[in-house]
């Protein structure tokens, strides 16, 4: 077990290099496919649009005819779903709706505003080109082409593109098992009154609870257990049993109450246990077992924010997800940051656009107990483990608050 604060790099390092991805599938139906990720690429099985269609209410023309400013004589009409017979006739359009098929002859698409109709026949008003107002077979998506890769996470968008090309399953990898408790002799649930003034509610459950729903993970929620090591021993060995990931909350400090290492180092191996990180430090990371261990601190901002820093890649890769870019920006600060050289910094921030460029500033108390920061935030600031105080008008990196956070 290293005794050593780890960089924030070094301990996201270790564990990557350590997790494996998942590999068992399931098919689902797209209905609840949403943020799954891919188990294998999708090729495209249709063209979309399967056929050249109209963009605009108006008259399908040949753009050369349109273009002489002689009358076309209007031969029939196309509706989405109810194409035109036949071939367009010369000297002749046909009147056509959003999304209907182009009649055959026809190249172009003049916008109902620009013509002057008379009862039988329209006289185009603007310079046609070929293709113009039409969406031409395949210009969307390609048959054939792969549309969507393995381990891609599955967004809103991604689900409308896999409808529109008529697919309603898809073979996604199975969710990653989360077992979740939380432990504190103080803590009381939500919805009981406080028996005295020294308790407090269990929030870090509910919050990290909702956090893993965002990642589409299966929570398994073991509850709350008091500061009981036989109690610990046991809710350890129910969560290593069934599932891939256990996670906990508090206890693995350094205090007298603190029994989370002692029963992990029984039962499984704790890897490392502290890391350069404000807020964050302690958090345990080891093996149970065939699960994975992560012991996060119980001060409920610095539980937060290792569920999203240092949880959250570990599950993402156990997901089989590609790595996502990174969403770090620069941004001027627009006051002084305190800070202390030897941990990096997550510091709670609000940032906006002023003039052209970003500005940001932490917000509220950057007290690890205090959650009112966090939700008034929205972004990290993350300070380098080397950097001392931001003066006003330096250069930070922020992080806008991803899908956990929001
Ligand atoms: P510990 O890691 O057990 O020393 O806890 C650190 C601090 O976090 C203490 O002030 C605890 O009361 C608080 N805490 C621990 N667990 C929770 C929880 N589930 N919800 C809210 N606060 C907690
Ligand atoms: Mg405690």
């Not at 080891?286 to 610095?302: H, K």
Request: with cysteine; charged share 20%; hydrophobic share 45%.
């Amino acid at each position: 077990m290293s005794d050593k604060w780890l960089p924030v790099s070094a301990a996201l390092a270790a564990m990557q290099s350590q997790i494996t991805p998942l590999t068992a599938t399931e098919s689902v139906d797209l209905a609840v496919a949403l943020d799954r990720v891919l188990a294998a690429p999708v090729y495209a099985p249709i063209n979309v649009p399967g056929f050249d269609n109209s963009a605009m209410d108006g008259y399908a023309v040949r753009a050369a005819e349109a273009n002489t400013g002689e009358p076309l004589q209007v031969v029939g009409s196309a509706y989405a779903g109810h194409p035109f017979d036949g071939e367009l006739p010369l000297a002749s359009c046909v009147r056509i709706m959003t999304g209907a098929q182009m009649p055959v002859g026809a190249d172009a698409v003049i916008m109902q505003e620009q013509v002057e109709r008379t009862d039988a026949s329209i006289v185009c008003q603007a310079n046609m080109q070929t293709g113009d107002n039409v969406r031409l077979r395949g210009s969307d998506i390609h048959q054939d082409a792969m549309l969507l890769t393995a381990g891609q996470r599955l967004t809103a968008t991604h689900v409308g593109l896999l409808a529109s090309i008529g697919i309603a399953k898809v073979e996604v990898i199975r969710k990653v098992k989360v077992a979740l408790f939380s432990n504190g002799d103080e803590l009381v649930q939500p919805g009981e009154a406080l028996p005295s003034s020294s308790h407090l509610y269990d929030s870090n459950r509910f919050v990290l609870s909702a956090m893993l729903q965002r990642l589409a993970v299966e929570v398994i929620d073991l509850g709350h257990i008091a500061d009981d090591p036989a109690a610990l021993e046991a809710v350890f060995q129910q969560a290593m049993r069934s599932a891939d990931v256990v996670i906990s909350s508090a206890g693995v400090s350094v205090g007298d109450a603190d029994f989370t290492k002692d029963v992990m180092a029984k039962l499984g191996h704790i890897e490392f246990w502290k890391i350069a990180m404000k807020p964050g430090k302690p958090f345990a990371f080891g093996q149970l077992g065939s699960s994975w261990f992560c012991g996060l601190p119980g001060n409920p901002v610095a539980a937060v924010v290792t569920m999203d820093q240092i949880v959250q890649p570990m599950l993402r890769q156990l997901a089989g997800e590609q790595a996502p870019a990174s969403t770090n920006y620069s941004a001027e600060a627009a006051c002084t940051i305190k800070k202390r050289p030897g941990r990096t910094d997550f510091q709670r921030g609000f940032f906006e656009q002023k003039d052209g460029k970003l500005l940001v500033r932490p917000i509220g108390s950057q007290s690890s107990a205090v959650l009112t920061s966090v939700a008034r935030a929205n972004c990290f600031i993350v300070l380098e483990q080397d950097r001392d105080t931001v003066g006003a008008g330096e250069t930070v990196t922020i992080q806008p608050f991803d899908a956990l956070l929001t």
